[in-house]
């Protein structure tokens, strides 16, 4: 698990456009999110495949993973992550990826 959402991360968010492929990490994120739905980690992937459309350029599904993620952060109290959310989420409202 760790390893697909690192790698999905690393697609969807690399500074180095020539490592980035959306529809990869796509597949990837969606790999991860389905094989940690109920898990602690679960607002993290969502973060992290929210990326993954945004870099294919899926807006509105990026948005809407990152409202889930957002919500199950804010559950767990991760305030850090909750924040981290809110911050790609208006990248998201303006048709921007997020990279790092």
């Known amino acids: 698990l760790a390893a697909l959402s690192n790698l999905a991360w690393l697609l969807a968010t690399s500074a180095d456009p ?7 990490a796509v597949r990837l994120a969606e790999r991860a999110d389905s094989a940690s ?16 459309y945004a870099e ?3 807006f509105a599904a990026a ?3 990152a409202r889930n993620g957002l919500q199950a952060a804010n559950m767990q109290g991760n305030t850090a992550l909750a924040d981290a959310l809110q911050s790609d989420l208006a990248l998201y409202d303006l048709g921007l ?3 790092k």
Do not use: D, M, V, Y
């Open 18 to 24: 020539s490592l980035r492929n959306g529809s990869e």
């Open 63 to 65: 948005k809407e993973t």
């Open 97 to 99: 990826p997020f990279h």
């Open 56 to 58: 294919a350029g899926q």
């Open 37 to 52: 739905s109920r898990s602690e980690t679960h607002p993290t992937i969502l973060r992290i495949l929210a990326a993954a």
